[in-house]
Every structure is written in C-alpha cells, then in structure tokens.
C-alpha cells in the first residue's frame, strides 16, 4: 500500500529556531497536506498543497508540494512553545474514492 | 473547537466485549471517516461514509463495522475486543467526499484490559 515516510520520529529544538520537516513517498500524489496534533486533541489542518511546485504559507509555517509530486515540505520559522506537539504530513491521489494517507508523524519539542 | 463530536471520550473495558463509538459531523458535511491511532502505526484509516453510503475501506478488521444514519452521525462498533484494540479511535468530516481536508473530533480513547 501507500507508504508516506517521516523522519525523524522526534525534532528537539529551541524557541526562536526555523525547523523543517520532510515527507516523502514511493507514490505519487495529487495532494498534499499538513496537520498538526497538539496532545490530547485531534488532527488540525495547518496546510493544503494542490499543485506540483506549489508554495503556501499560513503565517510561520511554509509548505511545498514537490515537483516530483512524491515529498512534501513543511517550514516552520521562529519556533514558539505552542508550536509543540505531532505534525503529520498526508497525501492524497485523485478520484472520487481516493483514501488519505497519513505519515506516522514528527513529534516536536520546543525548548524555552 | 473543530465542530465535530464524538463520545465517549474514554472508554475503559474487557477483552471479548463489545463497544459503539459514536460522531457528529460538522453541520453540513456529509462525508465521516473513522481512524485508529495506535503509538506504533500512527493513523490508520478504517472507513470513511458519505451521505449513509459506504464510500471506501481502508484497514477495518472484521470485527470492527460502522455505520452513518440519516440525520448523518456515525457509529463505529468494535466487538470481540482484544488487547491490541486499544488506541484513540478519531473521526473526521468533510464537505465532499473525495477531499482531504478533514476536520477531526477530539477521540474516543479505548483501552481493553
């Protein structure tokens, strides 16, 4: 099956630190998305990526879709406390029946 | 507050036995997708309805079955519960069915003993 590929499994950084985080699979995708889960919650829609090369920001967080259309990009700059917690990337092929496939998360810490 | 609700929010029970989870949608969205959580295999899609159809499958064990009524919440049933059941079991909706923007309840989290 469709295998959507994380690494690491664990990012420690410090507060006011950029982090990236990559996503890659052996598939490729029509698109491409990133949730965040903050403990004890569900998963939050942070980004949605449409188009291969796309490039998207939602304040500090940066995203892009792969023009290979098989990884994804998540940027994260000047890292604050609340920016802990699971960040999943998913992918998605098109038609009507298409299933979304989760990545098994980056677990971040932020150090103050 | 993502708008959709499940219940209960922890659920505490024996192996052999049976559960119902249950999830509101959205107001609005007709699709409900179902997901396990474990520690080690992240999250799993189950099943996923669309206006009280099953629209696809994903990983649904056998004696796991779900289901979407009319007035469009969702019941997802675990029976014959093992050890390994144990996990946060999230459901999400969306608008349209093929989308992958979903928006997720908070979970229900089992734990068999």
């Known amino acids: 099956g469709q295998q959507l590929n994380q690494s690491p499994q664990s990012m420690f950084i410090q507060e006011g630190e950029d982090v990236s985080m990559n996503c890659t699979s052996s598939?490729?995708?029509?698109?491409w998305l990133w949730y965040k889960q903050d403990p004890g919650e569900g998963p939050v829609l942070l980004i949605a990526l449409y188009k291969a090369g796309e490039l998207t920001s939602n304040g500090r967080l940066t995203a892009q879709f792969g023009i290979t259309r098989k990884d994804s990009f998540l940027n994260i700059s000047a890292s604050i406390p609340s920016d802990v917690g699971i960040y999943f990337c998913?992918?998605?092929?098109?038609?009507?029946?298409?299933?979304?496939?989760f990545g098994k998360g980056i677990t971040l810490s932020v150090r103050p | 507050d993502s708008g959709v609700t499940q219940t209960p929010k922890h659920l505490i029970t024996a192996t052999g036995q049976r559960v119902t989870l249950r999830c509101s949608p959205r107001s609005g969205d007709l699709s409900v997708y179902w997901y396990q959580q474990s520690l080690d295999q992240g999250l799993q899609f189950l099943i996923q309805y669309y206006n009280g159809e099953e629209r696809a499958k994903g990983n649904i064990l056998e004696r796991f079955s779900a289901q979407q009524f009319p007035d469009l919440h969702s019941e997802l049933n675990l029976s014959s519960l093992e050890l390994g059941d144990s996990a946060l079991y999230f459901c999400?909706?969306?608008?349209?069915?093929?989308?992958?923007?979903?928006?997720f309840g908070e979970g229900s989290r089992l734990t068999v003993l």
């Open positions: 598939s490729i995708f029509n698109t």
């Open positions: 999400a909706s969306s608008v349209v069915p093929h989308i992958g923007e979903l928006f």
């Open positions: 998913a992918g998605q092929m098109s038609g009507a029946n298409s299933k979304l496939t």
